[in-house]
């Protein structure tokens, strides 16, 4: 059974960094554009930052020059830099492919408090 495991979110202070990771397990994680979303209670799923299979990548525009995405095809497993984190950064994070194709896993919790 193909499954997305979040890790790496936690309680940081304003300005700080967190590195989220996302380990996939199945063969079609080298094949497809990967994506790392994020969930505020109340609010739709955003989806943040996006690489291709060749790690051509693209970000909403609110994380844009603060996260950086990149993956490891051979370990299965995509990162999410986050530097200069702002209280608004708070969410739920998770991975997935792009467009959504898999049952979505348990996400990281990443909150931005002083």
């Known amino acids: 059974q193909v499954q997305l495991v979040e890790s790496g979110g936690g309680l940081v202070q304003p300005g700080g960094s967190l590195r989220l990771s996302c380990t996939v397990s199945?063969?079609?994680?080298?094949?497809?554009?990967m994506g790392w979303y994020r969930q505020v209670p109340g609010k739709q799923r955003e989806l943040v930052a996006q690489?291709?299979?060749?790690?051509?990548?693209n970000y909403v525009d609110s994380v844009k020059g603060r996260f950086g995405i990149s993956r490891d095809n051979a370990k299965n497993t995509m990162y999410l830099q986050m530097n200069s984190l702002k209280p608004e950064d708070t969410a739920v994070y998770y991975c997935n492919t792009i467009p959504v194709t898999r049952t979505w896993g348990q996400g990281t919790q990443v909150s931005v408090s002083s």
């Open positions: 199945g063969s079609f994680f080298s094949i497809n554009t």
């Open positions: 690489i291709s299979s060749g790690g051509r990548t």
